[in-house]
């Protein structure tokens, strides 16, 4: 299964992004959420439709025919957002997903953070565990805590409760797509679990059932000045 991900474009890179699916030609695409601009500048009763408009006139250059296109939400997605035609998963996937878009409560002071408490992350997972019991790919916006979770100022904001699973189970043979953590761009492996950050790029991945190769890996949107928090 040859998977191209994206995260955190924030409305930025999208002909790029195209322009990867037509070289690569994966047989799933997956976006782990900041997909959109947030139309900060933007009357509040607006913002949620110009999303809506935006999505509607781009998101033809993340699909293609004949390709899967998932998207799960990240924190800049707002409230009431929907992304029609983009929550399919490939044939045969439907129990090895986990999708979580949920992010933690101390990932920052801004207003579109969007924090969950860890009780609320917990049930989230939960949740979709209960609908996958034993996954092996895991759509995340937030990186687990302590990988690919560092911000400028030297905090981890990860998700607490993907950790606690992932170290429990001794970091299993599982691929992790996640984003949010701009300043956390890159992947690495803990035991036989690899997590990749895609933040404000992309990554080629072939998968297998026992074996994961990242075959390219680097940033769309180019930024020196990112943000502490995500």
Known sequence: MRI??????????????SDLIDRHHPEWVVCCGD???????????LRLLAQQEFWRDHRHLLTRQGVVSTLILGNHELPGFRYPGMQSLPEG?????????GI???????????GM???????????????????????????????????LRGNHIGHR??????????WPHSLIFCGHVHQSFGFEEVGATTILNVATGYA???????????????????????????
Not at 35 to 43: E, G, I, S, T, V
Request: no cysteine.
């Open 93 to 101: 996937f439907s129990d090895k997903v986990v999708r979580l878009e």
């Open 117 to 151: 408490s860890e009780a609320e992350l917990e049930e989230e997972l939960k949740e979709q565990l209960a609908k996958v019991a034993n996954p092996q790919v895991f759509l995340s916006h937030a990186p687990p805590y302590g990988s690919r979770d560092l911000t």
């Open 161 to 170: 409760p993907l950790f606690r699973y992932l170290h429990g189970r001794e």
């Open 4 to 17: 191209l991900a994206f995260s955190d474009l924030h409305g930025d890179g999208f002909l790029a992004a």
């Open 104 to 114: 933690p409560g101390d990932s920052g002071p801004f207003s579109f953070a969007q």
């Open 204 to 230: 080629l991945v072939e998968w297998e059932e026992t074996q994961i190769h990242v075959l390219e890996m680097a940033r769309l949107v180019e930024n020196p000045n990112f943000w502490d928090s995500p």
């Open 35 to 45: 997909m959109l601009p947030d139309f900060n500048q933007r009357p509040a009763n």
